[in-house]
């Protein structure tokens, strides 16, 4: 019974203590909505758009968030099960062949060394004493912990100690909370990355996009050599539809409201409009 109490994982009782902090479904919602914020934000600012002017409501940066989260959570599940393998390799081979004990010893203190050096060198890009990228900072930070603490428990693995020890727990509640913070500035910038990254794919592939077709009263000025502007003939006191666009594709629609996008827009070219979703306006739309 007491040999079972030793050799149990000693990342059974954080994983309890983690899963009742985020269990809590406002938590999860909150972090579902950033993220989903996040991803929204960036993806329409690279037309130009606020992601306050659209007025999306919570439901879509919730359904926004998955595409952003997919990749980070699928990381951050293949490293927990590597990790996990490993422990229980090196539990194994400690049983099987003490002879190793010795290199397992010194590949622990290596896991420590490299990762006190990636934390050191994300802190030094915290601090802009080198040009750190968005996603490079928090990954060096929380990656950085994360090798420490694991090459702290290996090491105490091979000596046959427990881990952590009682005057440690303040340690390890901050190294948590910085890998916590880490991780939550990690994947936001992903998601503002990965919303910047299918707006430059969706501009070049503007096809993507519904065609639209639209009857105005007054004159638009797109001022877009792809948008053509043809006046439509008098059809007596009831017609009050003067101009029709072609060349126009729907970038999003929201609140009542359209947001039109000329066909081969650009950065140096063209403007998103505006336009109300009601019966001011008359909008056909085509596939493809």
Not at 125 to 149: F, N, Q, Y
């Amino acid at each position: 019974m007491e040999e079972q109490r030793t050799t149990r994982p000693p990342w059974g009782s954080w994983l309890k203590t983690i899963a009742g902090f985020v269990a809590p479904t406002t938590v999860l919602t909150g972090l579902l909505l950033y993220f989903g914020f996040a991803y929204t934000d960036a993806l329409y600012e690279y037309f130009g758009v606020d992601a306050a002017t659209l007025g999306f409501s919570t439901r879509d940066y919730l359904l926004r968030s998955a595409g952003a989260l997919y990749m980070p959570v699928g990381i951050t599940l293949g490293i927990g099960l590597l990790g996990a393998l490993g422990y229980l390799c090196v539990t194994a081979l400690i049983s099987s062949r003490p002879g190793l004990v010795p290199l397992l010893t010194w590949v622990s203190v290596a896991l420590i060394v490299v990762g006190s050096i990636l934390f050191t060198l994300g802190m030094l890009g915290g601090l802009a004493v080198w040009r750190a990228g968005a996603l490079d900072t928090p990954l060096l930070l929380g990656g950085g912990l994360m090798l420490v603490l694991y090459g702290r428990v290996l090491h105490l693995k091979c000596a046959g100690r427990p881990y952590p020890f009682a005057r440690e727990m303040t340690a390890l509640v901050l190294i948590a909370a910085l890998v916590a913070l880490s991780s939550f500035w990690a994947v936001s910038a992903y998601a503002q990355e990965h919303g910047r990254s299918d707006a430059r794919y969706l501009a070049r592939n503007l096809r993507l996009r519904p065609e639209v077709v639209v009857d105005t009263a007054e004159r638009l000025y797109f001022g877009h050599t792809n948008v053509q502007e043809t006046q439509l003939p008098d059809g007596g006191p009831g017609q009050h539809f003067k101009f029709r666009y072609h060349g126009l594709r729907l970038l999003a629609q929201s609140n009542s409201r359209m947001f039109i996008i000329p066909e081969g827009w650009n950065a140096r070219q063209g403007s998103v409009m505006i336009l109300p979703a009601d019966d001011s306006v008359r909008v056909a739309f085509r596939p493809g």
